[in-house]
């Protein structure tokens, strides 16, 4: 009988790839996204936003939008996915393969999507790798949102570093702590690092960065044990500590919302940040549009730094990401006579045309293209009145971006590069290498899918508190020894059963 729907439903698809316009309906869809402009208003197809009706002409879709403010959309993931009477139709997954999918994709929330994604001009372009590092049970039930693996890293003012007495870019870890610790002494006012209430990429960059494992190890004799019980993990976190107490950490880091990360840069009380580095070269040209640094001061402002090697001499990465970041499903809402025409409207959203509109907008209301054969988000000349224009992007783009997939790379109309761009997408290639992986990824644990995210949230608010000196060294091990009574010692067994029964093949 399952053969038989898959070959129905591919039939079906392969019709649903003609023209939009043949369809004979309007298709409405409710769609879930992450908000990172959650103070800004949002302007509906109704209300008439330019970008929503110009995908409605090209597909027939109406896109009825919910928006959940991206600090808060794990824990509204959850409950969304509870209330079955009231999911949306599209919705982002942030955690590909972490408990709340798995537990849904089993229970059948999700439409199972492998056998179909092949019918899709650009879906079927996705890496194999990345959808399986994203699958459940050899099962594919989403289209991912692609990342580089190398995208993480360390951005700094090296305008600040050489006030602070560091005209070099740091290559090793003391090095780096030594920059960190000046930065922290520059002003009462001001901080090393720019944290927030994310706080997995500040840790992860640094303790993997330090020489620990990223989620799990694996000894010499083959036992999977947990990251945090890594020396070089504790070290990481102690200079976290440590950078905290010496005012090198903005002590309400803990109540600034993602959406706000940016703010203590633009305004200069922070100088550094663990985070995405393509963060780093927007800046740098953000500084060149509304600081008025010319493009050569700008590449002095602001510096990449992808990695420093470990006491060891070593060098590896954390993975901000498994090639993807999260990841899009349709959800049993949709009827199965829907989907095909879902599915094209996804496919649709991966054309050059379709990423162009929700990462760039309509071609002269919301980006120009200028004399020199570049996008820009300002009609040419005028430059001095930019903010106009990108007041009213945030209204009419808002977060569409986090709808975006480019299984098939990026599409869009090119931008100017400068020195900074280019050495990111340079840093790409040239350092994918020394990112290193989770061991346990396409592992299975029971266990993990119904208890890890609350019980790894519980570790990471302790590793908080720890970092923030609210408990000291014992009561961040007896943090850790709850995790392992609440169900890690479990996960940690059913890893090792899989990971032994792997090896055993």
Known sequence: MKRLVALFLALVMSLALCSFAAAEEDLEL?????????DKAWVTLEEGNPILQKIYEATGVKMNIIWIANSAYGENTSYTLAD???????????????????????????????????????????????????????????IYRARAYARAGIYYRKDYAAKAGVTEEPKTVEEFKDLCFKLAALSDDTYAINMCKYVAGTIGITTVMFGAPYQYGIDEDGFIY?????????????FLRDLYAAGGIDPNFMTIESGNWNDAEYNDKAFMRLDCLDNGYRLQEWLQTNKGFSEAEGEEAVALLPYVADANGNIQMWPQNTGASGEIVITKTVSEDKLPRVLAF?????????????????????????????????????????????????????????????????????????????????????????????????????????????????????QV????????????????EKWYEQGGYDILSEYQAAYDALNAQ
């Open 84 to 142: 079955s009477a009231n999911m949306p139709d599209v919705m982002v997954i942030q955690g590909p393969r972490d408990a709340i999918t798995i537990k849904n994709a089993r229970a059948g929330a999700f439409w199972d999507l492998t056998d179909l994604i092949g019918n899709y001009e650009y879906l079927s372009q996705g890496s194999q790798t990345v959808y399986d590092n994203c699958s459940i049970d050899g099962r594919v039930y989403g």
């Open 346 to 462: 996804l496919d649709y959203l991966n054309s050059a045309e379709g990423q162009t509109l929700i990462n760039c907008g309509v071609e002269g209301v919301n980006y120009w293209i200028h004399s020199d054969g570049f996008r820009y988000a300002y009609p040419e000349g005028e430059k001095d009145n930019q903010e106009k224009y990108s007041a009213y992007n945030s209204t009419t783009l808002h977060s569409l971006n986090q709808l975006g997939m480019n299984v098939n790379g990026d599409l869009t109309p090119p931008v100017k590069q400068t020195a900074l761009r280019a050495e990111y997408n340079q840093n790409l290639i040239d350092n994918a290498k020394y990112v290193i992986a989770d061991p346990c990824l396409t592992l299975d644990s029971p266990t993990f899918t119904t208890k890890g995210k609350t019980i790894n949230q519980d570790l990471e608010d302790a």
């Open 30 to 38: 409710t769609i879930m996204l992450p908000d990172f402009n959650s």
């Open 465 to 480: 508190q720890y970092i923030a000196h609210k408990i000291d060294l014992d009561g961040l091990k007896a943090a850790y």
């Open 226 to 238: 947990p990251a945090f019980e890594d020396e070089k993990y504790q070290e990481g976190l102690d």
